[in-house]
């Protein structure tokens, strides 16, 4: 088990750009693959973006490509979040999540643990 605590969220302009942070706990942090996913009201928590133990290999849902990149330091139990070219579409709770599979996943059901949620908002 791990516990994350993510934060960075916040109410942004489109076009801007913000970086969410995921501390995790545990001496074990660098054997989870790690995840981003969001929720908006009304609507199914979606996929955004993992990383593998090492960091090399990446993933990213279509609709964030190329605008958002994931990191993580092992060092330091952290993963990032860095949104860039922010839209209205991007408002939703943004959670970190670990999984104790060895591969990326793309579902929820995929992690186990998962933080509290931090809210990011986009206006037009």
């Known amino acids: 088990q791990v516990q994350l605590v993510e934060s960075g969220g916040g109410l942004v302009q489109a076009g801007g750009s913000l970086r969410l942070s995921c501390a995790a706990s545990g001496r074990a942090f660098s054997n989870y693959v790690m995840g981003w996913f969001r929720q908006a009201p009304g609507k199914e928590r979606e996929f955004v973006a993992a990383?593998?133990?090492?960091?090399?290999?990446?993933n990213y849902a279509d609709s964030v490509k190329g605008r958002f990149t994931i990191s993580r330091d092992n060092g330091k139990n952290t993963v990032y979040l860095q949104m860039n070219s922010l839209k209205p579409e991007d408002t939703a709770v943004y959670y970190c999540?670990?999984?104790?599979?060895?591969?990326?996943?793309?579902?929820?059901?995929?992690?186990?643990?998962w933080g509290q949620g931090t809210q990011v908002t986009v206006s037009s």
């Open positions: 990383i593998i133990w090492s960091g090399r290999t990446t």
């Open positions: 999540a670990a999984s104790a599979y060895l591969s990326i996943g793309f579902s929820p059901s995929r992690y186990n643990d």
